[in-house]
């Protein structure tokens, strides 16, 4: 599985952006897919994932603003992104597995990041 993670961008604060994870390969549908963030200087947390079921999950502090969704027939996984702060910027990397967790090591595939600034 190849993961391609876009749609990040430059945004004021307040503002929403919607991140995109396209894939190829097979089985893509069977597999949870997670999103994770690294921000300068910071480890890379956990935000949100989706299982195969669609079942999503989301880190606490983040859960009233970020929706995760997917789309089977698109191979897409989508993370939008609303009320941005400044502490949201980061690199946006989205991951694969077949398991179902928020440990990142613990999944197999991954994007190449797509960076999200949010400016004052």
């Known amino acids: 599985v190849q993961l391609q993670a876009s749609g990040g961008g430059e945004v004021q604060a307040g503002g929403s952006l919607r991140l995109s994870c396209t894939a190829s390969?097979?089985?893509?549908?069977?597999?949870?897919v997670g999103w994770f963030r690294q921000a300068p200087g910071k480890e890379r947390e956990f935000v949100a994932r989706i299982t195969r079921l669609g079942n999503t999950y989301y880190r606490d502090s983040l859960k009233d603003r970020f929706t995760i969704s997917r789309n089977h027939g698109k191979r897409t996984v989508y993370l939008q992104m609303n009320s941005l702060t400044l502490e949201d910027t980061a690199i946006y990397y989205c991951?694969?597995?077949?398991?179902?967790?928020?440990?990142?090591?613990?999944?197999?595939?991954w994007g190449q990041g797509t960076q999200v600034t949010v400016s004052s």
């Open positions: 991951a694969a597995n077949i398991a179902n967790t928020d440990i990142g090591e613990e999944y197999n595939y």
């Open positions: 390969g097979p089985r893509f549908s069977v597999f949870t």
